[in-house]
């Protein structure tokens, strides 16, 4: 049975994460990702790492074909315009007044390929002062108020690590492509679609993201942890949240002060968390008994707890294998690794993911696929338009 987006094609010329990561989910489900790359490659290969690709490329530009194509060269323009004609999605994160300068604006390739869906990922959006600044995970962090809260308890402005912002937007990019794509099968538009990371940022706080005409705007946004949080075990950490009754309950009960679970002082959450400061001394204590890993196993189900790991243990964990999570791929440098095999799982019609591509590694493949001769593939490369 074929995958759901089985015969779409997308040209990905995206760069760093979120863009490239959002085509990489939409390979997860069948689209032809074609990765084209300016003659240095996506920036993010140069990038440090303890591998000899970067561990980050890797991760995000799975389900990939990569050619190179310089988008500044006469004939390498003229080369994509070929491709967009037969393509079904161009994606790019350069800055709203790149595209333009470079020929390959909405409405140049509209007029080549008329229901193309063209999505644009800037940082800020297409609009305003900020439309033509850098923007970066960090940056849009800081900006948004992701830092400052992160920060709070120590009144320094504090950056998240992991790249959520980038993350996050990257499933941006793949919902707005979706939906496009959608709208397309219903009425035979293409469009063009922005998503952003300042959209990301501020949709990643939806929750705190609420001014009311009657509180001050300096006002606490988060709800609060009351007594949940890390804690240190016999050996390693847990973290455990137990809110409704029946998990406070229990909690009670596996830590060794039963009595509190009746205790009307403490019958409701609002109470506990009035009351946390004497909550949490006495769970600190309880939990060094038993180290995190067996607190686990004996909560199991029955209170919201959890050993503290590293991603590095998420490789071999029986929970992740069983998931189908984890697959392996063999690599020209970096030999074998494990990866992610996909983020999203279609119930039907599913083949497995392939590994990050070498920069140009298929444009001879693509190339021709699209009807390119071999002679023309050559010239290109003489001329410094392809590689």
Request: net charge negative; hydrophobic share 40%; charged share 25%.
């Amino acid at each position: 049975m074929a995958e759901a987006l089985q015969g779409i094609v997308v040209l990905d010329l995206t760069a760093y994460l979120a863009g490239p990561y959002g085509c990489a989910l939409l390979g997860d489900v069948g689209a032809d990702i074609i990765k084209i790359e300016p003659p240095g490659g996506d920036a993010v290969r140069q990038y440090p790492s303890s591998l000899e690709e970067c561990r980050s490329f890797l991760g995000v530009n799975r389900n990939k074909r990569s050619i190179v194509i310089d988008l500044k060269h006469a004939e390498g323009r003229a080369a994509f315009y070929r491709l967009v004609e037969q393509a079904d999605v161009v994606v790019h994160n350069f800055r709203p007044s790149v595209p333009r300068s470079l020929g390959i604006d909405y409405e140049t390739l509209q007029r080549r390929r008329p229901n193309l869906i063209y999505c644009s990922l800037t940082g800020y959006g297409e609009n305003g002062p900020l439309r033509d600044h850098p923007g970066y995970d960090t940056m849009l962090q800081c900006f948004t108020g992701i830092a400052a809260m992160q920060g709070a308890a120590t009144g320094q402005p504090q950056v998240m690590s992991g790249s959520i912002v980038d993350y996050f937007s990257a499933t941006f990019v793949t919902m707005t492509i979706l939906s496009a794509l959608i709208h397309r099968l219903r009425t035979g538009e293409g469009q063009h679609v922005k998503p952003s990371l300042l959209r990301s940022s501020i949709a990643l706080q939806a929750g705190q993201f609420i001014w009311a005409e009657s509180e001050p705007r300096a006002v606490d946004r988060w709800w609060p942890a009351g007594y949940g949080g890390i804690y240190p075990t016999k050996d390693g950490d847990v973290f455990l949240q137990a809110t409704t009754p029946a998990f406070w309950k229990n909690l009670c009960e596996h830590l060794g002060f039963p009595q509190l679970a009746d205790d009307p002082r403490y019958d409701t959450f609002k109470k506990r968390n009035a009351l946390k400061d004497e909550i949490k001394p006495l769970i600190r204590e309880a939990l060094m008994q038993h180290t995190a890993l067996e607190w686990e196993q004996l909560m199991l189900g029955k209170v919201p707890v959890i050993a503290v790991r590293s991603i590095g243990d998420m490789f071999d964990h029986p929970q992740l294998l069983a998931e189908g999570l984890v697959v392996e791929h063999e690599h020209p440098r970096v030999g074998k690794y494990r990866s992610m095999s996909k983020a999203i799982e279609m119930g039907v019609g599913d083949r497995p993911t392939t590994r990050a591509p070498m920069l140009g590694e298929h444009t001879d493949e693509v190339l021709e696929h699209f009807g390119f001769k071999k002679d023309e593939i050559n010239a290109l490369r003489v001329k410094g338009a392809a590689a």
